[in-house]
DNA sequence: ACCTGAACACCGTTCAAGT
DNA sequence: ACCTGAACACCGTTCAAGT
């Protein structure tokens, strides 16, 4: 008589992994990572930090499970009948996304090696790469070369957001105190962070981060392309 | 009378900043990122916590300012008349080695962002991107890209030290589980991450690493090449 | 100017006790 | 099986008070 509705608005009281993770996302997406807390959780669920730990193991285990449900849900949304360069193109861009929409999963993935949420990015880079011909030899060196920069960018970027949140409460104030920083510099020492500060300003990072993709993708295409037309 | 002796080992009593931070680099370089405490630190020290904070602004300046020595180190230790691709590649080898050696330095390289150890490394990169031909207006997106992989991997590289030592204070044994959680992944919804979890024990960071670099710069070369015999 | 150390406002995590 | 909430063992940071 009580089976669960198949519908998803049902208002059950009783606490549950998945609304203990809703929760934390939302915390997260609020507060930034640091406003991830079990007071501030158990609070917001109406229960004691005892009843989460029944649900979850740890502090570690519920971000990396909070961060797993955004990359899911991104990963999902990809159509996934499109040419191998396309493919890897907007997978990292809808990485980008998600993680500029959520600044604290950056981080978080950095701490999830090896586990699902980084394996979903993975298997979504390895198989593109191997459509393209890569060699087996070497699609380990290629597939975790996309990875780290995808990664690293990603934490960066959570890094900034985190860093401009925290001092300035505005990124193109935190944008320019660094533009002027640099600017500082001395001239013998640094000349090219000197010559690089103005554009730091103007600079969109979602297209860097592009162009970074497509310089590694010209690398793989000169190190392992096919030639079809030789 | 009592001026400062010019020689280094003089063991003078009184705090500095640089005692303070090479005392955080060693509870940071034995304990990890987490052992680096106002609490431990002021024991080793034999002071008060109240006391480092006057020469220090917080634990996130006191990361970075450690942080920064050991990059500091590492650039200077550099040659400096070598090739362009030889340039970029000792740079990228350097900082590879360096944060194996303190694995906490990859995790504080990401929350310096814009700041002097990056700014160091961010030189670095440039000097010899510029002395590869690449045209001014490239110049930023490709120096960025070198710079997010590379601190990409060092904070990938910090976060499986982290855990290696949390989960199984052994690094054989962490690569061990992953690989055959990897193996027990839906074959279905898997290939790719199934296919090289086997790989994975064999592989050596270091050297992906580097075809990692090896790839991006094929890619600048590829994409803004001299070709100077053609 | 520089140091002391108690005190404040937090944390994650545990665990006996309840239902 | 699941939840409660007090208690434990920590944190970073501040600040009146000392020298």
Redesign the interface.
Same mark, same amino acid.
């Given at each position: 008589m009580t089976k669960k509705p198949a519908g998803s608005a049902r208002r059950d009281d009783s606490l549950s992994r998945e609304r203990i993770i809703d929760a934390s996302i939302e915390l997260l997406d609020t507060h930034g990572e640091r406003g991830l807390t079990f007071r501030a959780l158990s609070e917001n669920l109406a229960t004691g930090p005892g009843a989460i730990y029944w649900h979850v193991d740890n502090r570690h285990d519920l971000l990396v499970a909070a961060c797993d449900a955004i990359i899911a849900r991104t990963v999902c949304a990809l159509k996934s009948d499109v040419k191998p360069k396309a493919a890897i193109r907007a997978l990292a861009l809808a990485m980008f996304d998600a993680i500029d929409a959520h600044p604290w999963v950056g !981080?978080a993935l950095?701490?999830a090696?090896?586990q699902l949420p980084v394996?979903r990015i993975?298997?979504r880079i390895?198989?593109p790469?191997?459509a393209l011909g890569v060699p087996d030899s070497a699609?380990?060196? #290629? #597939?975790?070369?996309l990875l780290?920069?995808?990664?690293?960018?990603s934490?960066?970027n959570a890094?900034?957001a985190?860093?401009a949140r925290e001092l300035n409460a505005d990124r193109t104030g935190f944008l320019d105190d #660094?533009a002027s920083?640099?600017s500082a510099?001395d001239a013998n020492?640094?000349?090219?962070?000197r !010559?690089?500060a103005g554009?730091?300003r103007a600079?969109d990072d979602r297209?860097?981060?592009l162009?970074?993709i497509?310089?590694?993708?010209?690398?793989?295409?000169?190190?392992h392309g096919k030639r079809k037309r030789a």
């Amino acid at each position: 008589m009580t089976k669960k509705p198949a519908g998803s608005a049902r208002r059950d009281d009783s606490l549950s992994r998945e609304r203990i993770i809703d929760a934390s996302i939302e915390l997260l997406d609020t507060h930034g990572e640091r406003g991830l807390t079990f007071r501030a959780l158990s609070e917001n669920l109406a229960t004691g930090p005892g009843a989460i730990y029944w649900h979850v193991d740890n502090r570690h285990d519920l971000l990396v499970a909070a961060c797993d449900a955004i990359i899911a849900r991104t990963v999902c949304a990809l159509k996934s009948d499109v040419k191998p360069k396309a493919a890897i193109r907007a997978l990292a861009l809808a990485m980008f996304d998600a993680i500029d929409a959520h600044p604290w999963v950056g !981080s978080a993935l950095t701490r999830a090696a090896g586990q699902l949420p980084v394996v979903r990015i993975l298997e979504r880079i390895g198989q593109p790469v191997r459509a393209l011909g890569v060699p087996d030899s070497a699609q380990w060196a #290629v #597939v975790s070369a996309l990875l780290s920069y995808i990664l690293g960018v990603s934490a960066q970027n959570a890094a900034n957001a985190h860093l401009a949140r925290e001092l300035n409460a505005d990124r193109t104030g935190f944008l320019d105190d #660094v533009a002027s920083a640099w600017s500082a510099l001395d001239a013998n020492d640094y000349p090219f962070t000197r !010559s690089v500060a103005g554009q730091l300003r103007a600079h969109d990072d979602r297209e860097d981060f592009l162009s970074g993709i497509d310089l590694i993708l010209l690398g793989i295409e000169s190190a392992h392309g096919k030639r079809k037309r030789a």
